[in-house]
């Protein structure tokens, strides 16, 4: 396994725009390889998918209730996956985490059980 960290969480308001990214401790190399996923979960509610890159011809998924404010990128030179998000709402208010499989998935990409690597999660908080 590879461990995972998430950075750029935070208060934000309402309508801002926000980037995470998510690397991997000691073998940085393998966050750009396979697929990463993000997940967040909100208080009191279940972890539901983000969205996820597959390395294999960097192809990037999307929750559909979040299409058209989010995007993912993977930085190669940096070894980061980064999660931009945008318009806020006070309901995207959730720990963010990150996930890793080494295989490049072509499907359930929300399926958390494909994911073998996890990191522990960043605070984003948006106020209204």
């Known amino acids: 396994q590879v461990q995972l960290v998430e950075s750029g969480g935070g208060l934000v308001q309402a309508g801002d725009s926000l980037e995470l990214s998510c690397s991997a401790s000691?073998?940085?190399?393998?966050?750009?390889?396979?697929?990463v996923g993000w997940f967040r979960q909100a208080p009191g509610k279940g972890r539901e998918f983000v969205g996820a890159?597959?390395?294999?011809?960097?192809?990037?998924y999307y929750a559909d209730s979040l299409k058209g404010r989010l995007s993912i990128a993977g930085d190669s030179a940096k070894n980061t996956v980064n999660l931009k998000m945008s318009s806020l709402k006070p309901e995207d208010t959730a720990v963010y985490y990150c996930?890793?499989?080494?295989?490049?998935?072509?499907?359930?990409?929300?399926?958390?059980?494909?994911?073998?690597?996890w990191g522990q999660g960043t605070q984003v908080t948006v106020s209204s």
């Open positions: 996930a890793r499989t080494p295989r490049n998935l072509f499907a359930e990409f929300d399926d958390e059980s494909n994911y073998d690597s």
């Open positions: 000691g073998r940085t190399s393998a966050i750009s390889t396979g697929t």
């Open positions: 890159i597959r390395w294999f011809r960097t192809t990037t």
